[in-house]
C-alpha cells in the first residue's frame, strides 16, 4: 500500500495523467472546487501555490517560493482532480480505521502520519495552532488541541493532540469527514495524511528559525 519504487510511482503517475487528459477541464474545476486560468487549473497546496497545465498534467510553480512537488503529492492532486466526485460534508468524524479498507492499514498509517504529529507537535500543541492558521485552518476544540485543516476544497482534516500527564505520554489523531469514501480511495487519504503532517513541519521549522 506504501510502496515507493519508482516503477510503481512511473506507472500510477502514467495512468493518473491519462485520466486527466480524458476529463472535461470544466468539470475539474466545477466538482474539485479549484479556479481555471486560461487552460490550467490553480492548485493552493498546504500553503504552496500551483498552475496544473491541460492536457499535458504539468505542475507549474506559481511563485518563485513554491517548491517542486514530489511525485506522490502529484499523484495525490490528480487523483482528486479527477475523481469528480460532489459528495455533500455529512459532518461526522471517522478515524483511518473507519475507511474502507483502513483497519487493514491502521498500523502502516499510524507510523506515517499520527506518530509523526505527535513527535513534531506533542511538547509543544500550541505550535499546531500556529502552523494551521497560515493554512487557513480553525481550531476544532477537540482533544487538548486540535485543528481542521481543508487540505483540498472538499476534503477537510481534523488533527487532535492531547499533552503527556503523569500517566500517558502525548497521543493524537487524525480524522476525515464521513464524506470522505465518496472522494478519494483509502490509500490515498494515507498519502495525504502523511503529506500533511510533513508539510506542517516545514513550516514549523521556517516559523521557528525566524
Not at 29 to 38: I, K, M, Q, V
Not at 59 to 66: C, E, K, W
Not at 167 to 174: C, H, L, Q, V
Request: hydrophobic content about 45%; glycine content about 8%.
Amino acid at each position: 500500500m506504501y510502496a515507493s519504487e519508482s516503477g510503481r510511482y512511473a506507472a500510477a503517475h502514467k495512468q493518473a495523467l491519462e485520466r486527466f487528459r480524458s476529463c472535461s477541464l470544466k468539470d475539474m474545476s466545477r466538482c474539485s472546487g479549484y479556479p481555471l486560468e486560461e487552460n490550467a487549473i490553480c492548485i493552493d497546496f498546504l500553503g504552496q501555490h500551483f498552475k496544473v497545465g491541460y492536457p499535458n498534467g504539468d505542475f507549474v510553480p506559481a511563485q518563485t517560493s513554491d517548491s517542486e512537488l514530489p511525485i506522490a503529492a502529484q499523484l495525490l492532486i490528480l487523483h482528486y482532480l479527477t475523481s469528480l466526485a460532489e459528495p455533500l460534508e455529512v459532518g461526522e468524524l471517522i478515524s483511518f480505521k473507519e475507511l474502507p479498507g483502513g483497519l487493514m492499514y491502521i498500523k502502516p498509517f499510524t507510523g506515517r502520519a499520527i506518530d509523526p504529529l505527535v513527535r513534531i507537535f506533542g511538547t509543544n500543541p500550541e505550535s499546531l495552532l500556529e502552523v494551521a492558521a497560515l493554512l487557513g485552518g480553525q481550531s476544532n476544540r477537540l482533544g487538548d488541541v486540535g485543528i481542521t485543516l481543508r487540505v483540498f476544497p472538499r476534503i477537510p482534516v481534523t488533527f487532535v493532540l492531547w499533552k503527556a500527564d503523569d500517566e500517558f505520554p502525548a497521543s493524537g489523531n487524525i480524522l476525515f469527514d464521513a464524506s470522505a469514501p465518496a472522494i478519494l480511495p483509502t490509500e490515498d487519504f494515507a498519502v495525504l495524511a502523511s503529506n500533511v503532517v510533513l508539510g506542517m513541519e516545514r513550516i514549523k521549522l521556517s516559523l521557528e528559525n525566524i
